[in-house]
């Protein structure tokens, strides 16, 4: 009888080892899942969104076998560009795209990518971020905790305004204008005979609505989607400034990926920015169309009286920004 305890006593005890070692199996491999969040500051219907949810999220997960798992939060849910530059170097935010406002907390030298009428076209501008041009900027990032995944496209910025149609800078005269605190944007519209004021983009909006401002410049994807034209009349095709957005992931998370998951999530990068910039090619006539159809009065500008009345913000940070700029000469 004492036996047959034992050996049910026995039995017990192996099955509830069995029991517990697999609970800890279970829940060692589901807590081995890596969460990769990606901050984005913009809608969920811009270019930059659907690329890193329909094309980066879905590649990786693929490739992974779902083991990392992108949570991207959109709509500036995790902060704005400077929170997400400083999360990133944190390690609180795993990745995200930043633009210049935040790129400059990693290094100054960012603002070079504000000179006005720097970038010729679309493809020039690919071709020097691609190479040793956004190379050199990622590797500055690189001592102060993140790492470059690649460039996305924002656009060209284009001016618009709630007073009268721009062709010339003299058309500027007298307009406030809103730009992002930065100062070779300032320097910029100071050049064009404008009053450049500096205001925080999540009260762009409302200043402009209340007439703080009365015009603001931005890529046709922001104007579009920020509705932009419902308190602004025209829109002049200035594209004075072509804007990338990096891509960066934080050294802290990169660090705890293995080589496969880092190569991975690399490749899973450029497929995005081909994805994204495709995108935002389709989108940029259909986007006038759409802000036409809205009510908008659209107009071309002066490109040469433009060109030449910024010359002055080029002798101004010529020596400043010259490792940078003999890269686009």
Not at 267 to 292: C, H, N, P, S
């Amino acid at each position: 009888m004492e036996n047959t305890i034992n050996k049910s006593l026995k039995s017990f005890v192996w099955v509830l080892c069995a029991v517990i070692f697999a609970s800890l199996f279970f829940t060692s491999s589901a807590s081995a899942k890596i969460a990769f969040k990606i901050a984005n500051n913009q809608a969920a219907n811009h270019p930059f969104s659907i690329s890193l949810n329909e094309k980066f999220a879905k590649i990786v997960a693929e490739k992974t076998n779902g083991e990392i798992e992108v949570v991207v939060y959109d709509d500036g849910q995790l902060g704005s560009h400077r929170d997400v530059a400083e999360g990133l170097q944190l390690g609180t935010i795993d990745a995200g795209m930043v633009a210049v406002a935040g790129l400059r907390v990693f290094d100054e030298k960012s603002q070079v990518l504000y000179m006005p009428f720097m970038f010729e076209s679309r493809e020039k501008a690919f071709d020097l971020l691609d190479g040793e041009f956004g190379d050199y900027l990622f590797n500055l990032y690189e001592s102060k905790g993140v790492k470059g995944l690649g460039w996305m496209e924002s656009g060209y910025r284009h001016i618009t305004n709630s007073v009268r149609p721009i062709f010339k800078p003299e058309d500027l005269k007298g307009i406030k204008i809103r730009v992002p605190e930065i100062p070779i944007q300032i320097d910029t519209f100071k050049a064009l005979g404008t009053n450049p004021t500096p205001i925080a983009f999540g009260e762009l909006f409302t200043a402009l609505q209340q007439k703080t401002v009365d015009g603001q410049e931005n890529p046709l994807a922001i104007i579009a989607t920020y509705r932009f034209d419902e308190v602004q009349k025209f829109l002049s095709l200035s594209g004075h400034v072509w804007n990338p957005e990096a891509f960066i992931v934080s050294k802290a998370t990169w660090n705890k990926l293995n080589d496969e998951q880092k190569n991975i999530i690399q490749g899973a990068a450029r497929e995005a920015v081909v994805y994204e910039r495709d995108l935002m090619g389709k989108a940029q006539e259909e986007m006038i169309d759409e802000l036409i159809s809205r009510g908008m009065e659209v107009n071309e500008i002066d490109f040469d009286a433009f060109k030449e009345a910024t010359g002055v913000v080029y002798e101004k940070y010529s020596e400043e920004y010259g490792d940078l700029l003999k890269f686009v000469e």
